[in-house]
Each structure stands twice: as C-alpha cells, then as structure tokens.
C-alpha cells in the first residue's frame, strides 16, 4: 500500500516543469530576451547582474525546462508584400474529433495562416491569415478556405490597423 501512494505521488519529468517558479532573475532574463533575441550572453548578463557563466546556465536551464520555445527573426508583413491581415472565424457542421482532426490537418497545410486557434464561443475557430489585398485574400479564400472540411460557416474581417502588436508576455 505504502509503495502504490510513493508512485501515486511522484511527479513526472514535465509536471516537474510546470511547477518551477521563475525567480526575479529569470524574470529579468526572459524580458530581456524577449525584446531582444540577438542578444550577447556578456550583454545579457550585465543586464540582469549576473556573471557571464551563470547567465549562461540560467538561460540553458530556462531553454531546457521549456521556458525558452525558442529563437526567431519576426519580420515585417508590409516589407515582404503582405500588410493585409484577415481574422476569419470558422465554424464547423459538427464537433466529431475525426472531423476537427481532418480540419486542423488541412489548415496547418496552409502557408498563408499564421495562427489557427479552436475557440469556445460562437465560432469553432479563429484564423489569423496574412495577404497581399483584398485580391489575394479571394485566391487564399478560393484555392484553400472554400475547400476545408466540415464548414458551415465562416465570417472574415480585415484588420484596419494594427494598434498593438507584441509577442513579449509579461514576466
């Protein structure tokens, strides 16, 4: 009895990392390289008073208990030719997982959505798609969205202007 509640009770590698409370220092670490990813380890470091080697296993450890997702270069919509952002919201004709499933496989196929989230209101999903104009959006709409599987509905709106844009959390 006593072996099967030390089983019951051990956490697993991941549960492990959920629970890990960030301290200031990391805190300090995560803003920091969320304003600016290029940053150098030495530059970092006198940022958040830190020595060179042990902001530089604060921020192995924060990479290794996932913290850290990763690093990219965020480029500018209008520069690459696309400064049109449409939000289509989605809803579906049922909420069977092999239709969901066959769903989310055909969206992820698609190179001009950013982001596809499954919601909890009036519309199943909530697309953030990127184009050229309103011409393009037709082409995605007519070679990609009209052809998804299960829809029932979908509603589009064009995005204006973009009054805030981040992709920093507050840490």
Do not use: W
């Amino acid at each position: 009895m006593l072996c099967k509640n030390v089983e019951r009770n051990r956490l697993t590698t991941e549960e492990i990392f959920e629970t890990m409370e960030l301290d200031a220092t990391d805190r300090r670490i995560l803003a920091a390289l969320q304003k600016d990813g290029r940053i150098t380890n030495a530059e970092l470091s006198e940022q958040v008073h830190l020595s060179a080697s042990a902001c530089h296993r604060r921020v192995q450890r924060l990479e290794e208990e996932g913290f850290i997702a990763g690093y990219v270069a965020l480029l500018d919509p209008r520069r690459l030719g696309r400064p049109t952002t449409v939000f289509v919201e989605i809803t579906l004709q049922g909420q069977a997982d092999e239709l969901l499933d066959a769903f989310e496989r055909q969206v992820a196929r698609i190179p001009d959505i950013l982001e596809c989230h499954l919601m909890a209101g009036s519309a199943d999903y909530l697309l953030k798609i990127v184009a050229e104009d309103t011409e393009d959006f037709a082409r995605i709409h007519r070679q990609y969205l009209s052809r998804l599987p299960g829809v029932a509905q979908m509603q589009s709106s064009f995005a204006l202007r973009t009054v805030v844009k981040t992709t920093a959390y507050s840490v």
